[in-house]
């Protein structure tokens, strides 16, 4: 069992906890993820890291209430335990994983919407640690909604917030914060863009426009985190990938948006599951290939 040491709700539908689980704080890295199970008969829930603690051996996760396995998960309190917490899963962060010399020489910029600003901050952070800084980009709906801002502030260059009714920060979309920048002389190597599909697929549009080479995290469609279940299959550039196996991260401007968002809305019913796996046969699974 993993026991929840910290539990509290951000803000409305958002919640942060802190689980103790030594062996995935042992080796995990900026960019992965965990499955959570409640209890043994609950669903798997993927679940981006947003911090870690190697001596303490804990894991920070945040996350929002999509649906019944995390309202109920939202429910747990302190000393309440996790059945499973498995991981680390996917393929952590390039960033991270290149030779940091080369990452130095590089401005990078992130660009963070929602609850996706939790997998941006480790990977901030772990930069921040390294001597390297990087210009932060955080966007929510309202004020209200904003999220980690003190946290993210400790570890960015220089941090941009944006709220879309400009209730606080600036006014917009982080789109608009991009051009911003950029209009008045930033030039960036990189940019790092997390949060809901429709905002990383126009993050990439301008990003391709400005020659700003792109990555996402399409953490936002996976399901059972392992590619047997075919929900976050993906076509990215011309080749099938799956964002639990392949990813969560890929090149943003070879990322078929469109077609994900799509499939998105598909697998949400049973008829829409049955109807990709028909369609695509052999390649509807990931994970070993052959399934």
Aim: overall charge negative; glycine content about 10%; aromatic content about 8%.
């Amino acid at each position: 069992m993993y026991q929840i040491l910290e539990a509290k709700e951000l803000t409305t539908n958002i919640f942060y906890m802190v689980v103790h689980a030594p062996r995935v704080a042992k080796s995990c890295l900026p960019g992965q993820f965990v499955i959570v199970r409640t209890d043994s008969e609950s669903e798997r829930i993927p679940l981006t890291i947003c911090d870690y603690d190697r001596e303490a051996g804990t894991i920070t996760i945040v996350f929002q209430i999509v649906g019944a396995g995390t309202l109920f998960m939202s429910k747990l309190k302190k000393g309440d335990s996790f059945n499973d917490f498995v991981g680390p899963l996917g393929c952590p962060s390039e960033l991270v994983t290149d030779d940091v010399a080369n990452t130095a020489k590089k401005s990078i910029l992130f660009v963070a919407g929602g609850v996706g600003t939790a997998p941006v901050y480790p990977q901030v952070k772990w930069l921040k640690e390294h001597g390297i800084n990087a210009d932060v980009i955080v966007g929510s709906k309202t004020k209200d909604l904003l999220i980690l801002e003190d946290e993210m502030k400790a570890v960015a260059g220089n941090l941009y917030i944006t709220t879309d009714d400009g209730s606080y920060g600036r006014s917009g979309m982080v789109t608009k914060v991009i051009e911003d920048l950029v209009g008045e002389g930033k030039k960036y190597d990189v940019c790092v863009a997390i949060g809901p599909m429709i905002m990383m697929k126009f993050v990439c549009k301008l990003t391709k426009e400005l020659n700003i080479p792109t990555v996402v995290s399409l953490n936002p469609i996976m399901v059972d985190g392992t590619g047997m279940c075919g929900a976050c299959r993906v076509t990215v550039g011309d080749k099938v990938k799956f964002a639990c196996v392949d990813g969560p991260e890929f090149d943003g401007h070879l990322v078929n948006f469109d077609e994900a968002m799509k499939r998105q809305t598909l697998y949400k019913t049973a008829e829409g599951r049955a109807f990709l796996e028909a369609k695509e046969g052999d390649t509807h699974h990931g994970g070993c290939g052959n399934c």
